[in-house]
Every structure is written in structure tokens, then in C-alpha cells.
């Protein structure tokens, strides 16, 4: 069964303290790996579509990275506007989520 | 350029009510898919259209179902509502076939349906 888990579900930051978020998928026929930041009571914003391993993409504080089982979305010195709940899914003929982690970054 | 464009914004249904909510894709697009969301998950594919079918469905019960008119514009139905229901749904266009060189799928902001 396609699956996709995120970790960490939450994620506390001091402003200026890069971390990482990660994303496993377990999938057959995949057709692309996507991030979207959500905002509260707001539809997904697009981010990210990585397509085969060892692909990186960046954007402004973020880089996201892609292997063959799981991805990174790395953040680079965060500020406070960047807490939001960040969502990967993987595309084969729709688009399968995770449950997304919480990121909140404190000044 | 507009983007993906959803209504009503909120809403708010009594139990076994039928509800329908409207979607236009971005400008170029031409397939629609809905998710729902419920609070604290990630959103849960329901269905595609593309050229007025239903391409694909997710695992959701037959009081779901929806239509995409000739502009591309569609509509999400849900009968016999169900407290359950509560949710935000959100609308997402691509274009088709999904390609691997930079289909990159769009949200809107969503429709927030409140069953009591």
C-alpha cells in the first residue's frame, strides 16, 4: 500500500536554529514528490516537485532534497514567519499526504 | 493570473442536508481533484476530472460525487451529510496527463464545511 510518513509531527525552533523535516514513502509508480507549506485555515502552497533521486531544490531558507526512499526539507537560519505546518505527498496518479509537521519558530 | 478559486468559503449544514461546493482551476489547466482535510491530517484524495469524467476516485462512500463543466470549472457534491463530514475541502488543478517535467498541482484556499 502507497504510504507516506512524516516526522517530526511537531518541531520548535529558536529563530536562527536550522533543522530538518523528513518525509519516507513507500510507493510504486512514482511520478514526483511534492512539499507545500499550509498555513492555518489556508489551502497548500506549493513549494517543491522533486522527480529522481539525488535532485535538490532550494528557496530562500529552504532546500529540499530527494533519495529513493525518503526526502528532506531542510531550513537554513528560520524566522517566525516561516512556522506553518509543512506537507509532503507523492504523485502516481493522485497525490498521497502525510500528516504534515508543525513547525514553530520562536524569536 | 488567477488561481485556484473555491466557494463558499465557510459553511455551515445540518445532518442529512446535501451540500455542493464550486471550483475553478487556474488558468491553463484543465483537471480538477478534491481532497478533504480534517482537522490535524493531511488531505485525502477523493476524486479527478478530466473532460467531464471521473478519471480516478479515492476511497470515499458514493454520497460523494461531482461534475466538471466544459470550462473546467467543477463542482464537489456531498449528500446525506454526516457529522463526520466536517472538513476543509480543497480543490487542486493540474493539467493531464501527469507529466514528469514539471506538472506542478495548485491548491486553493478551500471551503470550510461545518456539519452540526
Known amino acids: 500500500e502507497d504510504q507516506v510518513t512524516q516526522s517530526p509531527e511537531a518541531l520548535r525552533l529558536q529563530e536562527g536554529e536550522s533543522s530538518s523535516l523528513n518525509c519516507s514513502y513507500t510507493?510504486?509508480?512514482?511520478?514526483?514528490l511534492f512539499w507545500y507549506r499550509q498555513d492555518p485555515g489556508k489551502g497548500p502552497e506549493f513549494l517543491f516537485t522533486l522527480y529522481s533521486a539525488g535532485e535538490e531544490k532550494e528557496k530562500e531558507r529552504l532546500k529540499a532534497t530527494l533519495t529513493k526512499k525518503e526526502s528532506f526539507l531542510h531550513i537554513t537560519a528560520p524566522k517566525p514567519e516561516d512556522s506553518a505546518t509543512y506537507l509532503c505527498?507523492?504523485?502516481?496518479?493522485?497525490?498521497?499526504f502525510g500528516t504534515g509537521t508543525r513547525l514553530q519558530v520562536f524569536p | 493570473d488567477a488561481g485556484v478559486t473555491q466557494s463558499p468559503t465557510h459553511l455551515i449544514k445540518t445532518r442529512g442536508q446535501q451540500v455542493t461546493l464550486r471550483c475553478s482551476p487556474k488558468s491553463g489547466h484543465d483537471t480538477v481533484s478534491w481532497y478533504q482535510q480534517a482537522l490535524g491530517q493531511g488531505p485525502q484524495f477523493i476524486f479527478q476530472y478530466y473532460e467531464e469524467e471521473e478519471r480516478q476516485r479515492g476511497n470515499f462512500p458514493d454520497r460523494f460525487s461531482g461534475h466538471q463543466f466544459p470550462n473546467y470549472s467543477s463542482e464537489l457534491n456531498v449528500n446525506a451529510l454526516l457529522l463526520g463530514d466536517s472538513a476543509l475541502y480543497l480543490c487542486?488543478?493540474?493539467?493531464?496527463?501527469?507529466?514528469?517535467?514539471?506538472?506542478?498541482?495548485?491548491f486553493g484556499e478551500g471551503s470550510w464545511l461545518t456539519v452540526v
Open positions: 505527498a507523492v504523485s502516481t496518479d493522485k497525490l498521497i
Open positions: 487542486a488543478s493540474s493539467s493531464y496527463p501527469p507529466r514528469t517535467d514539471g506538472n506542478t498541482i495548485y
Open positions: 510507493v510504486s509508480g512514482l511520478r514526483g
